[in-house]
T-cell receptor
Framework: RKEVEQDPGPFNVPEGATVAFNCTYS??????FFWYRQDCRKEPKLLMS???SGNEDGRFTAQLNRASQYISLLIRDSKLSDSATYLC????????????FGTGTRLKVLA | DTEVTQTPKHLVMGMTNKKSLKCEQH?????MYWYKQKAKKPPELMFV???????INESVPSRFSPECPNSSLLNLHLHALQPEDSALYLC????????????FGPGTRLTVT
């Protein structure tokens, strides 16, 4: 089993749709969780950190389920500019600087 | 300011060349990273420096040699690379607490001929 798993997609959705991505992780010692977006041939950019209580930033909502070891990202009212690859990133454990990346989920928002 | 800078943006080198990639951050972050990313793959960790000391080496071949001259700078020295080393090389930094997020530079796109 991979340490961090994501559905690679692609997810093709119309503008205005709501889309959800899931990510599962295998290390129960992981303490920190993040979603990054990466545009083609660009660097990953932090979208949001994921907290135990869940968090929201505009159209984006992230949730963490420690018991089932998965995190999710919900995008509401999709825009064309949301087209990108979304990377789930998990810290390998308390006190370590090692971050594990999922393979990424490709999203394409269609006009 | 959450900026990490990298130079050069593009680099083409022959297999016998020696070159260096540079990375700089002025956010006071105490951890700095080198990643390698191939097309359609996630970034792959190479090295981590924390407090200017090498703390993680992910079994990277010795033709890649990292250096951290001070807390703001990170170099990656390249020597005798192979064509399969062609990739996007990303630098990142994070605060002293490893529970915090990383910030990435724009990367150096390396082509080995």
């Amino acid at each position: 089993r991979k340490e961090v798993e994501q559905d690679p997609g692609p997810f093709n959705v119309p503008e205005g749709a709501t889309v959800a991505f899931n990510c599962t992780y295998s290390n129960s010692a992981s303490q920190s969780f993040f979603w990054y977006r990466q545009d083609c041939r660009k660097e990953p950019k932090l979208l949001m950190s994921v907290y135990s209580s869940g968090n929201e930033d505009g159209r984006f909502t992230a949730q963490l389920n420690r018991a089932s070891q998965y995190i999710s990202l919900l995008i509401r009212d999709s825009k064309l500019s949301d087209s990108a690859t979304y990377l789930c990133v998990v810290n390998a454990g308390s006190g370590t600087y090692k971050y594990i990346f999922g393979t990424g989920t490709r999203l394409k928002v269609l006009a | 300011d959450t900026e990490v800078t990298q130079t050069p943006k593009h680099l083409v080198m022959g297999m016998t060349n020696k070159k260096s990639l540079k990375c700089e951050q002025h956010m006071g972050h105490r951890a700095m990273y080198w990643y390698k990313q191939k097309a359609k793959k996630p970034p792959e960790l190479m090295f981590v420096y924390s407090y200017e000391k090498l703390s993680i080496n992910e079994s990277v071949p010795s033709r890649f040699s990292p250096e951290c001259p001070n807390s703001s700078l990170l170099n990656l020295h390249l020597h005798a690379l192979q064509p399969e080393d062609s990739a996007l090389y990303l630098c990142a930094s994070s605060p002293k607490d490893p529970s915090y997020e990383q910030y990435f530079g724009p990367g150096t796109r390396l082509t080995v001929t």
